[in-house]
C-alpha cells in the first residue's frame, strides 16, 4: 500500500524553540494533507487541512501562527511548531490523500512525538 | 454535525474469544464510516471502511462491522482474538461533502489476555 512517512519520529526541544516536522508520499502524490493531534490517551483532533499551493485551513481554536503548515509539493507538507511550550507536547500524525480526489483513500504517517521541555 | 460515540473505552478479552467493540454514529447524511487501529507509538492502519455499499463490510486481520442504519451502529467483531490485536481502535466518521476530514471516536483499548 501507499506509505507516509513522517519525520522526525521523536523529538524533544526546549522551551520557546521552534520544532519542524515533515510529512512526505513516498509513492502517490497528495494534493490534500491533514494534520492531527493526539494527547496521551486521547483520540486525534485535526489541527488543519494542507492543500498543496495554498494557504491550510486551520480547525477552530487551532491558532494559525502558532502552527505553520507549509504544503510546497504534491510530496511534502511540513508542520512548524514554533515558540513550543510544554503544553505543546503531543502526538502529531499526518495523514494524506492522493490524486484520486475526494474518493482517494487516505494513508496515515507514523506519527511524531513532540515533547517540550 | 456528525459525530461518533465508542461505548467502551477498554475492552477485555481472552485470547481465542470473540471481540466487539462498540459505536454509534451521528449524520445527517448517508456517512462514511470507517475503523482504525494504532499499536502503541505508531500511526493508524487502517481496518476497514463502510462507503454505502454492502452493510457487512469485511476488513483486514478477520475483523468486520456491519452498518445497521436503523440503530446508527457500526460496531467491529472479530470471532477470534489473538495476542496482536492488543491496540487501540478508533471508529471514524467522514465528514459531509468527502473533503476527507475524519471525525474520531475517543477510542477504545483492547487487551488480550493469554
Known amino acids: 500500500g501507499a506509505v507516509v512517512s513522517q519525520h522526525p519520529s521523536w523529538v524533544i526541544c526546549k522551551s520557546g524553540t521552534s520544532v519542524k516536522i515533515e510529512c512526505r508520499s513516498l509513492d502517490f502524490q497528495a494534493t490534500t494533507m491533514f494534520w492531527y493531534r493526539q494527547f496521551p490517551k486521547q483520540s486525534l483532533m485535526l489541527m488543519a487541512t494542507?492543500?498543496?499551493?495554498?494557504?491550510?485551513?486551520?480547525e477552530q481554536g487551532v491558532e494559525k501562527d502558532k502552527f505553520l503548515i507549509n504544503h510546497a509539493s504534491l510530496t511534502l507538507s511540513t508542520l512548524t511548531v514554533t515558540s513550543a511550550h510544554p503544553e505543546d507536547s503531543s502526538f502529531y500524525i499526518c495523514?494524506?490523500?492522493?490524486?484520486?480526489?475526494?474518493?482517494?483513500?487516505?494513508?496515515f504517517g507514523e506519527g511524531s512525538r513532540l515533547t517540550v521541555l | 454535525a456528525q459525530s461518533v460515540t465508542q461505548l467502551d473505552s477498554h475492552v477485555s478479552v481472552s485470547e481465542g474469544t470473540p471481540v466487539l467493540l462498540r459505536c454509534n454514529y451521528s449524520?445527517?447524511?448517508?456517512?462514511?464510516l470507517f475503523w482504525y487501529v494504532q499499536h502503541p507509538n505508531k500511526g493508524l492502519q487502517l481496518l476497514l471502511k463502510?462507503?454505502?455499499?454492502?452493510?457487512l463490510v469485511k476488513g483486514i486481520n478477520g475483523f468486520e462491522a456491519e452498518f445497521k442504519k436503523s440503530e446508527t451502529s457500526f460496531h467491529l467483531t472479530k470471532p477470534s482474538a489473538h495476542m496482536s490485536d492488543a491496540a487501540e481502535y478508533f471508529c471514524v466518521v467522514g465528514d459531509s461533502g468527502n473533503t476527507g476530514k475524519l471525525i474520531f471516536g475517543q477510542g477504545t483499548t483492547l487487551q488480550v489476555k493469554p
Open positions: 495523514s494524506a490523500r492522493g490524486l484520486a480526489g475526494a474518493r482517494g483513500e487516505l494513508f
Open positions: 494542507s492543500n498543496e499551493g495554498s494557504k491550510a485551513t486551520y
Open positions: 449524520s445527517s447524511y448517508s456517512p462514511s
Open positions: 463502510y462507503t454505502s455499499a454492502a452493510t
